[in-house]
């Protein structure tokens, strides 16, 4: 493979993905082409669903505990999207991650009061 054409691959990440909604799963689909993605969704059934659905590894738990993030190999990850439809869960799921991972991370928030906080303290909640 020549030098050249090694630049422009895309580098596969290992990304989990917290929320399996429409958000999450769309998320979840688009990167599951080119990158490793684990979904982490508390609903059993909609755990079975995206299984066989996407190529990806659908895991169910709690995304904003640490014993789920530690199944699903956090320490191992490069991005961490935490996509549910509850801004506190997202930004507790996204401290957690800062607290035990290098990954870079990402909380779908709704509530612009908490931009502000962030704007403030630009790690007020952990995320990057």
Excluded at 3 to 8: F, G, K
Excluded at 39 to 47: Q, T
Aim: hydrophobic share 45%; glycine share 6%; net charge negative.
């Amino acid at each position: 493979m020549s030098a050249r054409r090694r630049e422009t691959e895309a580098v596969a990440v290992r990304i989990i993905v917290v929320g399996a909604g429409q958000v999450g799963e769309s998320i979840a689909a688009d990167l599951a082409d080119d990158h490793e993605v684990v979904i982490v969704e508390r609903d059993p059934d909609r755990v079975e669903e995206l299984t066989y659905a996407l190529d990806v590894l659908a895991v169910q738990g709690d995304g904003a505990s640490l014993a789920t993030l530690e199944e699903v190999d956090v320490e191992r990850a490069d991005m961490v999207i935490a996509s549910t439809d509850v801004d506190e869960t997202n930004i507790v799921t996204c401290s957690t991650v800062a607290a035990v991972s290098d990954a870079f991370t990402v909380a779908r928030v709704k509530q612009t009061g908490y931009l502000e906080t962030w704007r403030r303290s630009q790690h007020a909640f952990g995320s990057s």
